[in-house]
Nanobody
């Protein structure tokens, strides 16, 4: 089993920055990738960013490209999401997710992931 714990959410003004963290524990040795998704009130959960564990290669949703950066620290099994130039429309609960082994689905799909965290609220005020 794998446990994921997100932190770093909060309230920030538009144009500000936040850094989210997601610490993975348990059986993480064979991690293939981790991702961040978000879900705004009344909307479906959507892809934000993903990182391949072995290479560090990243991918981003168009809506956050150039503003958000995902990174990882292999030594402590933690991923980060640095969010800059935040907009009101970035308000959502942010979830991290972990893919144990590569599946034939894109990392932008929720179906790629085996484990999910509980989420952390990010609120951007105008």
């Amino acid at each position: 089993q794998v446990q994921l714990v997100e932190s770093g959410g909060g309230l920030v003004q538009a144009g500000g920055s936040l850094r989210l963290s997601c610490a993975a524990s348990g059986r993480t040795l064979s991690t293939y990738a981790m991702g961040w998704f978000r879900q705004a009130t009344g909307k479906e959960r959507e892809f934000v960013a993903a990182i391949r564990w072995s290479t560090g290669g990243t991918s981003y949703a168009d809506s956050v490209k150039g503003r958000f950066t995902m990174s990882r620290d292999n030594a402590i099994n933690t991923v980060y999401l640095q969010m800059n130039s935040l907009k009101v429309e970035d308000t959502a609960v942010y979830y991290c997710a972990l893919e144990r082994s590569m599946k034939l689905v894109p990392l932008s799909s929720m179906n790629a992931y085996d484990y999910w965290g509980q989420g952390t609220q990010v609120t951007v005020s105008s």
